[in-house]
């Protein structure tokens, strides 16, 4: 099935898939609408679409278009208004032994064995288990022209990767993966204050942080990076 939407920068055929179940939400079906994979997306279109609810996924732009349920909310953060609460604060002193090293390319077998070693440990019960090389070079091992990896390394040890679209006026937060047997560290919140603080030294407006849904565990973090927007009946709006 496919719709056209309008962007205002052109008109964007979008396919959707047949109704499956959701990932997050039990005992619920689910529809995904993607860019159509035969047109060229550049910079400016995936940054409008960004705008409007849209995520990347390897090499696709999508979004979920679920005729029954509106639980998928995406979220953005006005950089230049985030201040670290006392748990951030603590996160990132407490990791300060950590360097961060910003690259455009990866050593695909180094950062596989992190990513496995990841999914099997964090996320056994989700549609990336198992892992497997194809599956990582699909999902992140193949970057857009705008996509930079944050190397989280310890004596020289990758023990962390954040991977970041840098779009128009904004990153957006595309997936992170690290150590399991560093788990105390937080690792995943500090990725995102490392891509809050790039954002700013940028000059940027935005970090897009994904898709939030109430009631979900795995991502009621998001809600701990205020003030955090919400895209709602086609508007950006505070959240309550």
Not at 72 to 88: D, G, Y
Not at 117 to 140: A, C, K, N, T, W
């Amino acid at each position: 099935m496919t719709r056209d939407i309008s962007p205002d920068i052109q008109t964007v055929r979008l396919c959707l898939t047949e109704p499956h179940e959701c990932s997050y939400l039990p005992e619920r079906m689910s529809t995904t609408a993607f860019v159509d994979p035969a047109l060229f997306i550049d910079v400016a279109l995936y940054s409008r679409m960004t705008t409007l609810g849209f995520r990347r996924s390897g090499p696709y732009l999508y979004a979920p278009m679920c005729s029954a349920c509106k639980a998928c909310v995406p979220t953005r953060l006005p950089v230049a208004e985030f201040k670290m609460n006392r748990s951030q604060k603590r996160c990132w002193r407490d990791n300060a032994d950590i360097a961060v090293e910003q690259c455009d390319a990866i050593d695909l077998a180094e950062h596989y064995d992190l990513y496995a070693r990841y999914i099997e440990s964090r996320h056994s019960d989700g549609d990336m288990y198992p892992p497997s090389v194809r599956q990582f070079e699909d999902f992140l091992g193949k970057p857009w022209e705008c996509t930079q990896f944050l190397e989280f390394r310890v004596d020289n040890k990758l023990i962390g990767c954040a991977v970041v679209d840098l779009i128009d006026n904004a990153l957006s937060a595309i997936y992170t993966y690290f150590d399991p047997d560093h788990s105390e560290r937080g690792l995943g919140n500090l990725a995102v204050l490392f891509q809050i603080q790039l954002a700013k030294r940028l000059g940027l407006k935005y970090l897009y942080l994904g898709y939030w849904i109430s009631g979900c565990n795995k991502m009621q973090y998001k809600t701990n990076y205020q003030p955090l927007e919400l895209y709602r009946e086609n508007n950006w709006l505070k959240a309550d």
